[in-house]
Structures are given as structure tokens and as C-alpha cells.
């Protein structure tokens, strides 16, 4: 295995084990090919729920940019409840289990097939 599979195993592990879901493990992979080099990162591969700036980015980049969705104020309602879901002292939330509850969230699993 990889190192990217290593990656993937452990964000579906959080998956089941902090957000309480069971992983559409091709949707997962295909999110997390999807975050680029981004996930090799320390600080990039993962997300600073407590910093507006930081979820502002994962709204324009991600929801509006990648997924196609209109702006408005249900895009960070939706971000807030992911890192509510993913547990807010939970140091770690990575950047594509986020993006993999996000789009789930939206339904929008389109963009990645």
C-alpha cells in the first residue's frame, strides 16, 4: 500500500470512529485524490475549525469552486455542522474527510463519478 492509501484508510477509520458513518469508500478515495498534493501537508491536510478565515476558504474553494453551489448562508451553516459531526476538540479533522461530508451532505457525489 502506499502512502496515499495509508491516508485513506485512516480518514475512513476517523469516518467511522468520530463522525459515526460509514465510508462510500470510492467516493472517499475519489475526494481525497481530488484534494491534490494537499493531504502530504501537515498544516494543509487538515482543517482549523476554529478560524472563520480558514472555513471561508473551504466555502469558496470547495463548495462554490468545486462543487457548484450557489453562495449563501446554508454553505456555512452546512461547514459548522461537519465540524460539529467531526467533534470540535478534535484536534485533526482532515481536509478530505471534511470535503467527503460536505459533499455528502449536498449530495452532490455527481461531481466525483
Do not use: W
Not at 446554508?74 to 470540535?88: P, R, S, W
Amino acid at each position: 500500500m502506499g502512502k496515499r492509501d495509508d491516508l485513506i484508510a485512516k480518514y475512513a477509520d476517523d469516518l467511522r470512529n468520530k463522525c459515526g458513518m460509514e465510508p462510500d469508500m470510492d467516493l472517499l478515495t475519489k475526494v481525497t485524490i481530488g484534494c491534490g498534493p494537499a493531504i502530504y501537508n501537515a498544516d494543509s491536510s487538515t482543517v482549523a475549525g476554529g478560524q472563520p478565515a480558514e472555513l471561508e476558504t473551504v466555502k469558496t474553494n470547495f463548495l462554490v469552486k468545486k462543487l457548484g453551489l450557489a453562495d449563501s448562508p446554508a454553505l456555512m451553516d452546512a461547514i459548522n455542522q461537519v465540524i460539529e459531526t467531526y467533534g470540535k476538540s478534535e484536534r485533526n479533522k482532515y481536509r478530505a474527510v471534511v470535503y467527503y461530508m460536505l459533499t455528502k451532505h449536498f449530495g452532490k457525489e455527481s461531481v466525483y463519478r
